[in-house]
Each structure stands twice: as structure tokens, then as C-alpha cells.
Nanobody
Framework: QVQLVESGGGLVKPGGSLTLSCVVS????????LRWYRQAPGTPENDREL??????????LYGQAVEGRCTISRDNAANTVYLQLHNLGPQDTAVYYC??????WGQGTEVTVSS
């Protein structure tokens, strides 16, 4: 059974940066496509926003809202995918989820951007 465990959320000041981690177990990590989503406060689960994708070859794709200030990387030896987000603003406040397509989700890690 695939399990995804996110960590690294917390309170961040506007303009700051964060790094989130997602540790994956129960699958061959190097063969797994992984996505980061986020769900802003008050929005329904089916409105989660795609933040970015880490493909098996290490290439990435980013959502429009984070393009240019987001880096997704993966460490196959550690079965971990990372999300770095810079120049944070209040609009980045959300619960961030790791996802293995199509329907395996972690529990999420909450990020609050506030002074």
C-alpha cells in the first residue's frame, strides 16, 4: 500500500521561503510520478490546485500560480520529493498535499503566510 507523508509546513512571513517534504513508501519511488497540490482555506477538496509535478526522469512542471518561484526536486535514495516555494504571499496559505496519481494522497501539511 502506497503511503505519502508530508512535512515542513508552518507559519511563514510574507516574502519568505519554505521547503516541504513528502516521503513515499510502498512503491518503487524512482518509477513514480508525484504531484503537489494545495487546498486554500474554505475551498472544497475537488478544487485543490495543482502546484507542480515531479516526473520519473526528474523533469518538472509547475502551476501558473507558482511558476518562477517554485522548485520541485526528488531524492530517489531517500524516497522523498521536495517542494521549495519562494517569495511567499498570503495567497500561498493552504494545506499542501502530495499525490500519487490518480488517487493516493498524503494527510497534508499546513502552510500559513502571515506577518
Amino acid at each position: 500500500q502506497v503511503q505519502l507523508v508530508e512535512s515542513g509546513g508552518g507559519l511563514v512571513k510574507p516574502g519568505g521561503s519554505l521547503t516541504l517534504s513528502c516521503v513515499v513508501s510502498g512503491t518503487t519511488f524512482s518509477m513514480t510520478v508525484l504531484r503537489w497540490y494545495r487546498q486554500a482555506p474554505g475551498t472544497p477538496e475537488n478544487d485543490r490546485e495543482l502546484v507542480g509535478v515531479s516526473f520519473r526522469d526528474g523533469s518538472t512542471l509547475y502551476g501558473q500560480a507558482v511558476e518562477g518561484r517554485c522548485t520541485i526536486s526528488r531524492d530517489n535514495a531517500a524516497n522523498t520529493v521536495y517542494l521549495q516555494l519562494h517569495n511567499l504571499g498570503p495567497q500561498d496559505t493552504a494545506v499542501y498535499y502530495c499525490n500519487e496519481p490518480p488517487n493516493t494522497w498524503g494527510q497534508g501539511t499546513e502552510v500559513t503566510v502571515s506577518s
